[in-house]
């Protein structure tokens, strides 16, 4: 059937408001899509971001401890005068308040990295593998700093308490385990992934093998 020339217009316009409808349709789909994208990736690096800052704090404050009481204990060693030591041994304090103040904030940071809402796993392991050794390592100092302002040897109190070794688990296992949380927080872009539970294990694990010592 033949049709007339206004059917034929009509049909036309139509087609041109049906293509018009669908462009204007898949804009604002594209539109509301790329939105949506994009507000998910800026809220995935905002929580990794945060995430990471304080990784970073804990970091700094883990090795500031450290090389505080490095400092101190090399001044016992090679018998500094009592000034520099008490100076070094101040300095040591400050951080050891610093440390303590900031402790519970930094296990509510690993646990947050690890994605649970009450005591996980890798906290107790950060008590077991650093808080106890710091503090072990805070105990040893201060006898031997107490024994050279009573004027008297503190090498032998270093030697029991084996400071050597302390401080280097400190160092090895700090690394890692700053190192398996900062990890931790890196951006997956796939939607609804994050650090899975065997990443979290395998995180575990090289923590456990970077901080355990042989016994015996």
């Given at each position: 059937?033949?049709?007339l020339?206004?059917?034929?217009?009509?049909?036309?316009?139509t087609t041109?408001?049906?293509?018009?409808?669908?462009t204007l349709?898949?804009?604002?789909?594209?539109?509301?899509?790329?939105a949506?994208?994009?507000?998910?990736l800026?809220?995935?690096?905002?929580t990794?971001?945060?995430?990471?800052?304080?990784?970073?704090?804990l970091?700094?404050?883990?090795?500031e401890?450290r090389i505080k009481?490095?400092?101190?204990?090399?001044?016992?060693?090679?018998?500094?005068?009592?000034?520099?030591?008490?100076?070094?041994k101040?300095?040591?304090?400050e951080?050891y308040?610093?440390?303590?103040?900031n402790?519970?904030?930094?296990?509510?940071?690993?646990?947050?990295?690890?994605?649970e809402?009450?005591?996980?796993?890798?906290?107790?392991?950060?008590?077991?593998?650093?808080?106890?050794?710091?503090?072990?390592?805070?105990?040893?100092?201060?006898?031997?700093?107490?024994?050279?302002?009573?004027?008297?040897?503190?090498?032998?109190?270093?030697?029991?308490?084996?400071?050597?070794?302390l401080?280097q688990?400190?160092?090895?296992?700090?690394?890692?385990?700053?190192n398996e949380?900062?990890?931790?927080?890196?951006?997956r872009l796939?939607?609804f992934?994050?650090?899975?539970?065997?990443?979290?294990r395998?995180?575990?694990?090289r923590?456990?093998?970077?901080?355990?010592r042989?016994?015996?």
């Amino acid at each position: 059937m033949v049709k007339l020339p206004f059917a034929l217009l009509q049909d036309g316009r139509t087609t041109r408001q049906t293509l018009l409808i669908f462009t204007l349709a898949s804009a604002i789909i594209n539109g509301l899509v790329t939105a949506s994208v994009g507000a998910w990736l800026a809220q995935k690096y905002a929580t990794a971001q945060s995430r990471r800052q304080s990784i970073n704090g804990l970091s700094t404050l883990l090795y500031e401890r450290r090389i505080k009481a490095g400092l101190v204990v090399s001044s016992l060693r090679r018998n500094g005068e009592l000034d520099e030591i008490r100076h070094r041994k101040r300095g040591y304090d400050e951080t050891y308040v610093d440390w303590n103040k900031n402790l519970r904030q930094n296990l509510f940071a690993i646990r947050e990295v690890m994605g649970e809402s009450e005591f996980s796993h890798l906290e107790q392991d950060f008590e077991k593998y650093v808080v106890d050794p710091l503090s072990r390592i805070d105990s040893c100092l201060t006898r031997a700093y107490d024994q050279k302002i009573a004027n008297q040897d503190p090498l032998p109190q270093l030697e029991t308490c084996r400071m050597a070794d302390l401080y280097q688990l400190t160092l090895d296992c700090g690394a890692s385990f700053t190192n398996e949380l900062y990890k931790l927080t890196s951006v997956r872009l796939l939607p609804f992934t994050g650090a899975t539970e065997i990443d979290r294990r395998a995180a575990r694990a090289r923590i456990a093998k970077a901080c355990e010592r042989p016994t015996g």
